[in-house]
């Protein structure tokens, strides 16, 4: 046996490892996957129960509380005009923000999971159409450079 072939790594399961067990683990040690996935959860849960911590209506006029600065602006500027009622503050109309970033993150986070959950199936669909009919094999990889350089 020769040094190379002995310096090889070998790929072993532990004993009732799974390969999902296998691919958390790997996805534990990068920093950076588990710091998206924490700010994505946050975001989710903060549009998702916002509007049960928060229930402002983001279409409420408060003209008598209109252009007020968010709450932490008071930290360094004592005269600003700012309001608990409106911790991020309102704009010209009175509107409260922190409603607003609330209601437009609803929107986004669903056209966001909307998208990814509707490429999902196509991509499934796409590759196991590929996978299982040879002879179309060409024309979804056709397909699949349209609908990328569209």
């Not at 916002?50 to 008071?74: C, E, I």
């Not at 609803?106 to 999902?120: D, E, K, N, P, Y």
Request: hydrophobic share 50%.
């Amino acid at each position: 046996m020769t040094d190379a072939a002995r310096a090889a790594p070998t790929l072993r399961a532990e004993p009732g490892a799974s390969q999902w067990r296998d691919v958390w683990r790997q996805f534990r040690s990068h920093k950076g996957a588990l710091l998206g996935l924490a700010f994505l959860a946050f975001v989710t849960l903060f549009c998702l129960l916002g509007p049960w911590l928060w229930p402002v209506d983001p279409g409420d006029l408060d003209v008598r509380n209109k252009d007020l600065r968010p709450v932490y602006h008071w930290l360094w500027n004592r005269d600003a005009k700012v309001s608990w009622s409106h911790p991020l503050g309102s704009d010209q109309l009175g509107r409260d923000l922190l409603a607003s970033l609330i209601a437009g993150g609803r929107v986004s986070l669903a056209v966001g999971w909307t998208a990814m959950l509707l490429s999902l199936v196509i991509g499934t669909l796409v590759g196991v159409l590929a996978g299982w009919f040879r002879p179309l094999d060409g024309l979804l990889m056709r397909f699949t450079d349209l609908v990328l350089a569209l």
